[in-house]
Each structure stands twice: as structure tokens, then as C-alpha cells.
């Protein structure tokens, strides 16, 4: 598929700070793939995120160089307002994004916002509604809801506008796992059923390991790593020295693998790594009377 | 567990809002000094209205909350919190001085010491969380939020309680930020004696730094006993809607290959492997 | 009941079937009936007929407790105002003399009435806020036509004064679990703690502001440019017809407030000198 995202030697630095947020950044995105972002805090996860909505540089202050290209134009090129109907962002803050007064006219507003008609609004709603399971929530107002279905919502949301490209900037970071789960397993389905470019920038890998066609690894403002998935978490070492953890799991096969007991695919999910150890043990464990334990 | 009486019980104790929630309903808990315990479960499970019962923010509609032989009912809210201290998870609804001095100083001047005392425990407390001096005159507001937490634990620690709640202390926080506050915490619990109980999501934190783990479902304590027990009990975490760390998830998922169901850490995991394969 | 931001308002009740739009038409217009009512009588009877709409539209009546408060200091002030603060003129009539003051008839007359007016419009604004979700609210605006930006203001203020109260709670526990207690402590002691919370709320906002605004942008909201002007949907509206039975309420409220107009300048009904309040009030003060 074609790239959607360019970009170009980009650096930029906020007008307050000394050193640069991103540095150097070169990166090229293809149309409808699933592109994870790691990296400590501080790194510039957030900064790529807000550049790539047009948010940098348009509404903080900086200095820019270099390139970031979306479809082809540079991102300041883009009037305003015309950006955002390519490019959702899905923020941290359930709290800060949910700006109507019920989850209805949460979903309605962007839509709203590009001019659709009635109809098509209508469509577009049921159609978010069903896919982020929020049928139930609809005329409840936002006192009256989690955290993590007002993510849901807002993903829904930006969802609902069609952006070809949908970047998520730590959904789930102030959320339980349960929330957390569920927001995932709405990205699960866009995966399989529509065609955005998803970006999620994330700490936590569990779920996302097994989502991400390609991972981005990013600290201190450069990009370090950027690879398909099982080989970005090969690299277990240059993970863990930029104090990424890893699934407990995936970092148990990975031993298993530097002392010599496996050699295969690192695997990205929990049964992954199961049926790996699973063999592994088969192949290794001293043949002798059958032991019935468990 | 020391056999010595417990520094916190909580008897029959159900809470109830104003609206007619049934937030908490019979919990039984005794708390030692000394602990190192997680409360779990899933929001709206009631492990904060319990934590908050704790400190005496909150009194329970029917039981008791017993503290070092004091009534929270009956007793004033500043005799609570110089034993039970309780630190909210963003520390931007806690500061507000205009400096990290005074803030941390608010707490010892809230109940009245005289200010040479009061000077002794913030400095001691300051201390104890690493902020170094140049940051005393800074205003809380514009520093990182690693220290703003550090300054928000060391107002509480400022008041000496024996115990310690901190709530959500790895969220939002990268890996290196999160294990950074926790060694602290293991810290303060290991050296210092204080007991530190944590409410978390965060389950590979829970295995690594708590000894205890208190799973709450409902209003209810579904589970409470030692870490590795409480994670090999697939079923009443499924209660909680928690699931146990990766690594456990993957130990229990091979149990019958031999591995222990309870396992909490890569290390542990591996070791067994290699006695496995010997 | 359900709660919220504006009040309590009722889970079940007829007066959710009439279109937002009459009873923001019935607060505005009846909000104004008691300015051409000088009689007290006739304005305390407006003030139950709220009432009585209020308890029709099962709004639960414990919710005018919280107004009491208000209601009896509002009172107290304007009475207060008038008898000792108010000026004197020759022709006035010594009524009483308390503590050393004068007080006159003509003051207290003229405080009865003021407070007698402003006690429906009160209750109008309440049952306004007992029966109306916030949606209600922006629907009427939206229905006459306010400019969308208005109404969003006003939405997105009535969500930040939601996440306020919502932050307020912790603070007020998280500044209790360092020790802050107010038991006992005076009144200027308590008022000047309280001072203390604003700080960590000003601090909350500024930090969600950012993000909020951040939010709008991604959402598409452009407050200048090509992409402002765009003909919005009004999705919302969808939900809300306005039926005949509306218009007839619509009409008649108008019509109640033109029958008042004509009975009072054509008639001179709501007179002070035909009332039998103010005459038994003087009777009663001689």
C-alpha cells in the first residue's frame, strides 16, 4: 500500500524547553497499518502525535525543521479544519475529551462538525454505536459513566468523522484492565473490518504486542527502533536498556532463546508462549516414567 | 505476620452513599504493622471507599474501623491521619502552596506542632523521597509530575503515619517512573517500618513489591492472602475481572507441565524451567 | 430522581412529553408576570401555582429544601435593607421603633412587595431547573435559534462546572487526609481554608484546558475559517418534535401574560390599593 505518513528529517522544539522534543525523526507510514509507538516518558511520543494531527505547530509554539507529510502535503499546508477530517487523535484524559452533555451528542458533534446531514449521521451513529458497543450508553451523560467507556466513546467519536488515519495517544493509560481490555478489543475489530491507519502510542505491551503489525520505538526524542513486529521485540536488549518491559512472558521466552533452548519466533501472546514453552519442555525434558503431574 | 495485635482492624464494616449505593457490605480485615499489601479489583469494586474508611475520610454506616485502639468514629479526623496517611493519585488535587517547603509542611502544621518540629519532619521528609533542597522555594505546580508526586508522598510522610495508602502509584507512569517510586516504597516499608498498602491495577507491580494481596469484588473481599496464592486462584480473580501478571498467566497456562501456578516473576519462571529440563 | 448538574429532576414525569422550547418560553414570560403584579397576594398565588406545577410534574418536593436557605436570607436582606438602610421621607408613617431605629410603614410595605415579587421568579427558575436534563436546556436554546456557539459555551460550561464539583470532592478529602478540620473552627477561620481549594482546582482546569481545547480541534471544531461556517446538522433536535399540543401551551402561556397586561393597564387589577394584603398588613402594624 501506498505511504500515508512521510516524514522527513523533522525535528521540533517547544519554545520553553532547551533541548528538542523529537529529533531527527525519519519515518514512513503505510496506508492501513497498525503501527504501534513505545517509549519512556519524555521520549516525544506525544509531540509525533500532535504533529501528525497538525495540533504541532499550530496551536503551541516551537521550532520546526524538517518535513511531516500527510497524503503528500506538508501538514501546515492543510487549511484548517481539513486536516482533522484525515487525521483523529484519541487522547490520555477520558475526562478532558468528553465535551457534550451525553454520550449521543458526544458521537454526533465531529460529524456535525464536517457538515454531514441527518441521514448520514444517523447512519454513522448506529454504525459506531454497534462497533464500540455503546447501544446502552447513548442518553447517559458523562457524570454518569466510566472512564473507560467515555474512551470508548471517544474513540467512537473520532471514529464516526472516517479519518483515514486514526492515532490514539495512550487510550488506556488511565484506565483498569478491564476497561482497557474492551478499548483494545474495539481496535481489534477496526483492524479486521475497516481499513485506517491506526497509530496507538502505548505503555502498556500486552495488548498491544499482538495487534501492532509494526512497532516504533522511540527515547529521548529519536526514533530508535522501527520494525515489524517480532523482530522490533527481538531486540530485547535495546528494549530493556530504554526501560521498556516487555510482557512477562515474551521476556521468559526471550531467555529462553539467549541461553539456547529455543530458536524460533518470539511469540506475542500469552498462548503464543505457552505452546512455545510447551514444546520446548517437550523437546528437552529427560525422557523417564511418566510423570502424571497435573 | 507477627503475632502481635493488628495496628488496623476493620470489623463487619458496610458502607453505604447517600444515594443508596451499597459501596462496601461486611468486610472483615485486620492489617499488621509492617505489610507490604495491594487492594485490587476492578473499579466500583469498593478497594478505595475501604481505603478511605482506613484513614477516617470516610465512616462506615455500620462496623467498626479500628486504628492503634482508636474508634474512627469517634475519633478526630487530625488523630487519624498522624496513623493512617492516604495519598491521592493525582497530586495536583493535593497541592497547592506556593512552595514545596510550605506544602510539605502543611500537614505538620494542620495539627498543630510547634514549628521547630514542624521544620524537623519536613526536612526528614523531603529526605526520605529524594527532593533535593533547590526545589524547596519552587512552586509545585511547575515541576515534573515525578516530583510533584514525590512532594505530594512527602506531605503525607510529614505526618508520620505509621501506614501509608497510595493510591494508583504506577499510572501513567513509564516502566523506569514506576519502578523507581515502588523500590521507594519497598523502601520506606523494608527500612523504615512503615506499612505501605497500594491500589493498583498494575499486576506485574503487585507480584514484584506486594506480600499481600486483598482482591475485592462487589463491596466484597473475594480474596486475601499472600501474593502467589491469591494469583493461583483463576477463579476468584475471574471474579474481580483481574487478570494475574503475564508470567503467572503463562505459568498457570503450563501447570501441567510442572510449573508452579503461582509463579510472580521471570526469574522464578525460568529457574523452575531449568529443574524441569535437568 | 436523577441527578443533575442543575438540580434534581424527576425520573418519570408528563412535563418531559412538551418540547423544551415552552418551557424555556414559560420561564422567560412568566419570569416576567410578577414585574406587572404590585400585590403580594396575587404574587404568592403565582408562587403556589409554580409549586403546584412543580408537584404535578413529580419533581420530588424535598428538593426545595436546599432552597430554604436562600429563600429566608434573601428575606432577611431585603427587609433589612429597606426598614433600617432605607431612606425617610416626610410623609412617612412611624410604625415601630426597635433598638433605637426608626421603622416605617411605607418601608416595610414596599419590602413585602419587593420580596413577594421575587419569590415566584424564584420558584420559576427552580421548577425551570427540576424539570429540565441539561440536553433539555441546550435543545430549547438551539430551538430558537441562539447561535450554535452560545449553546456550546454554555454546554461545555455546564460540563466544566461538572468535572469542578467533581474535582472539589477530592480535594476536600485529599485536604482532610493531611489533617485540615474544620470542627470547630470559626466561621473567618473556615471561609479562609476554603479559599485554599480554588487553588488546586484553578490548577486542574488550566492543565484540562489545554487538552479540552486540544480535543475540540481534533474533532473538527474550527472557530475561524471556511470550516466555522458550515451548516451543522442539529442532530440533537431530532429527538424533540413540537407537536400541536406544545403550540397550544406556547399560545396560552402568551395569552395568560396578554390577559394580565390588559387586566392590569386597562383594569387595574394588582393594585397596591386593592389589595387586601397590604391592608391587612397595615391593620396589623398600627
Redesign the interface.
Known amino acids: 500500500m501506498a505511504p500515508i505518513i512521510e516524514i522527513q528529517n523533522y525535528s521540533w522544539r517547544y519554545s520553553y524547553a532547551k533541548m528538542p522534543a523529537l529529533n531527527g525523526i525519519n519515518l514512513i507510514i503505510e496506508e492501513g497499518a497498525f503501527v504501534g509507538i513505545i517509549g519512556p516518558n519524555g521520549s516525544g511520543k506525544t509531540t509525533l502525535a500532535y504533529s501528525l494531527d497538525g495540533l504541532i505547530p499550530s496551536q503551541y509554539r516551537g521550532i520546526k525543521q524538517g518535513a511531516v507529510n500527510i497524503l503528500g502535503r506538508e501538514v501546515e499546508a492543510y487549511p484548517a479544519g481539513a486536516l482533522q477530517k484525515l487525521v483523529g487523535v484519541v487522547f490520555s484524559d477520558p475526562e478532558a475529551q468528553f465535551t457534550a452533555m451525553t454520550v449521543e451528542d458526544e458521537l454526533v458533534f465531529g460529524m456535525e462538525n464536517l457538515g454531514l446531514s441527518v441521514p448520514e449521521i444517523r447512519e454513522r451513529l448506529e454504525w459506531v454505536t454497534e462497533l464500540a458497543e455503546l447501544g446502552h450508553l447513548l442518553e447517559k451523560p458523562p457524570y454518569e459513566i466510566s472512564g473507560g467507556q467515555k474512551q470508548r466513546v471517544a474513540l467512537a467519536a473520532v471514529l464516526a468523522m472516517t479519518p483515514r488515519v486514526m492515532i490514539l495517544d495512550e487510550p488506556t493509560s488511565m484506565l483498569d484492565p478491564v476497561s482497557r481490555k474492551r478499548v483494545f478489543d474495539v481496535l481489534v475489530r477496526l483492524k479486521e473490518e475497516q481499513r485506517n491507519t491506526i497509530i496507538v502510542i502505548e505503555h502498556n505491551l500486552e495488548n498491544l504486542a499482538s495487534l501492532a503489525d509494526r512497532m516504533i520505538l522511540l527515547s529521548n526524542g529519536e526514533l530508535l527502533l522501527e520494525d515489524e513486529t517480532h523482530a522490533f521485540f527481538e531486540k530485547m536488549d535495546l528494549l530493556l536498556e530504554n526501560g521498556i518491559h516487555p510482557p512477562g512472558a515474551m521476556l521468559f521466552i526471550h531467555r529462553l532463546m539467549q541461553e539456547g533452548y529455543y530458536a524460533s519466533r518470539l511469540p506475542l501472546t500469552v498462548d503464543e508462549a505457552a505452546a512455545c514453552l510447551t514444546e520446548v519442555v517437550a523437546r528437552l525434558k529427560p525422557p523417564g516414567p511418566a510423570s502424571s503431574r497435573g | 505476620m507477627n503475632a502481635e495485635r493488628p495496628f488496623i482492624r476493620v470489623v463487619n464494616v458496610s458502607y453505604r452513599y447517600p444515594d443508596g449505593t451499597e459501596a462496601l457490605s461486611g468486610i472483615n480485615l485486620d492489617i499488621y504493622q509492617g505489610e507490604f499489601m495491594a487492594f485490587v479489583g476492578q473499579n466500583g469494586s469498593g478497594k478505595t471507599t475501604l481505603s478511605k474508611c482506613l484513614n477516617g475520610l470516610f465512616n462506615p454506616t455500620s462496623g467498626d474501623v479500628i486504628v492503634d485502639g482508636l474508634n474512627s468514629k469517634t475519633t478526630s479526623i487530625s488523630q487519624m491521619v498522624r496513623r493512617v496517611g492516604y495519598v491521592f493519585q493525582n497530586p495536583d488535587h493535593q497541592l497547592f502552596n506556593s512552595n514545596c517547603w510550605d506544602e510539605i509542611a502543611y500537614g505538620p502544621r494542620n495539627i498543630e506542632l510547634p514549628e521547630p518540629e514542624v521544620k524537623t519532619r519536613v526536612a526528614e521528609a523531603a529526605r526520605v523521597v529524594g527532593l533535593p533542597e533547590t526545589y524547596f522555594g519552587e512552586h509545585p505546580f511547575f515541576l515534573p509530575k515525578g516530583m510533584r508526586q514525590r512532594v505530594a508522598i512527602a506531605s503525607i510522610l510529614a505526618l508520620q503515619p505509621k501506614v501509608i495508602i497510595v493510591d494508583e502509584p504506577t499510572t501513567g507512569q513509564d516502566a523506569r517512573q514506576s519502578l523507581e517510586i515502588m523500590d521507594f516504597l519497598a523502601d520506606l516499608n523494608q527500612a523504615q517500618g512503615h506499612t505501605v498498602i497500594i491500589i493498583t491495577h498494575d499486576m506485574p507491580i503487585v507480584a514484584r513489591y506486594a506480600r499481600r494481596v486483598v482482591a475485592m469484588g462487589s463491596g466484597r473481599i473475594l480474596a486475601d492472602g499472600p501474593t502467589a496464592e491469591v494469583f493461583s486462584q483463576p477463579e476468584t480473580l475471574a471474579e474481580t475481572f483481574i487478570e494475574p501478571p503475564h508470567i503467572t498467566q503463562l505459568a498457570q497456562r503450563c501447570r501441567s507441565l510442572g510449573f508452579d501456578p503461582g509463579t510472580l516473576t521471570v526469574e522464578d519462571m525460568l529457574r523452575q524451567f531449568k529443574e524441569l529440563v535437568a | 430522581m436523577n ?3 442543575l438540580g434534581y429532576v424527576p425520573e418519570q414525569s408528563p412535563i418531559y412529553a412538551v418540547h423544551p422550547f415552552v418551557k424555556l418560553f414559560f420561564l422567560l414570560v412568566v419570569s416576567l408576570f410578577p414585574m406587572f403584579i404590585a400585590s403580594p397576594e396575587w404574587n404568592l398565588a403565582l408562587m403556589l401555582f409554580i409549586l403546584g406545577l412543580m408537584w404535578l410534574s413529580r419533581v420530588d418536593m424535598r428538593v426545595l429544601r436546599i432552597y430554604v436557605p436562600m429563600v429566608i436570607s434573601m428575606g432577611s436582606v431585603i427587609f433589612l435593607s429597606y426598614t433600617v438602610l432605607g431612606g425617610v421621607h416626610p410623609e412617612f408613617g412611624l410604625a415601630a421603633r426597635i433598638a433605637g431605629v426608626n421603622i416605617y410603614w411605607e418601608r416595610i410595605r414596599d419590602a413585602s412587595v419587593v420580596y413577594a415579587r421575587i419569590l415566584p421568579m424564584i420558584f420559576t427558575m427552580v421548577f425551570f431547573l427540576s424539570t429540565s ?3 433539555d436546556v ?1 435543545v430549547a436554546m438551539r430551538s430558537v435559534r441562539i447561535p450554535f456557539v452560545v449553546t456550546y459555551v454554555f ?2 460550561a ?2 466544566a462546572a ?2 469542578v464539583l ?2 472539589f470532592q ?2 476536600r ?9 474544620t ?1 470547630g473552627k470559626s466561621i473567618p477561620y473556615r471561609i479562609r481554608k476554603y479559599v ?1 481549594y480554588m ?2 482546582l484553578f ?2 482546569s488550566l ?2 484546558s489545554e ?12 472557530f ?5 461556517r ?7 433536535l ?1 429527538h424533540y418534535s413540537f407537536r400541536p399540543a406544545d403550540l397550544l401551551l406556547t399560545a396560552a402561556i402568551g395569552l395568560a401574560f396578554a390577559a394580565l397586561l390588559v387586566l392590569r393597564f386597562g383594569f387595574g387589577y394588582f393594585e397596591l390599593e386593592r389589595s387586601w394584603f397590604i391592608a391587612w398588613l397595615k391593620t396589623a402594624l398600627d
Do not use: C, W
Not at chain 3, 478529602?173 to 478540620?181: I, K
Not at chain 3, 487538552?211 to 474550527?222: K, P, Q, S, T, V
Not at chain 3, 458550515?230 to 440533537?236: F, I, L, T
Open positions: 441527578k443533575t448538574l436534563r441539561e440536553r441546550i454546554a461545555m455546564l460540563r461538572g468535572m467533581e474535582d477530592i480535594v478529602q485529599a485536604e482532610q487526609a493531611r489533617g485540615f478540620d470542627a485554599m487553588i488546586p490548577a486542574l492543565r484540562r487538552e479540552f481545547a486540544n480535543a475540540l480541534l481534533a474533532r473538527g471544531y474550527a475561524t475559517g471556511e470550516a466555522s458550515v451548516k451543522r446538522a442539529d442532530y440533537v431530532t
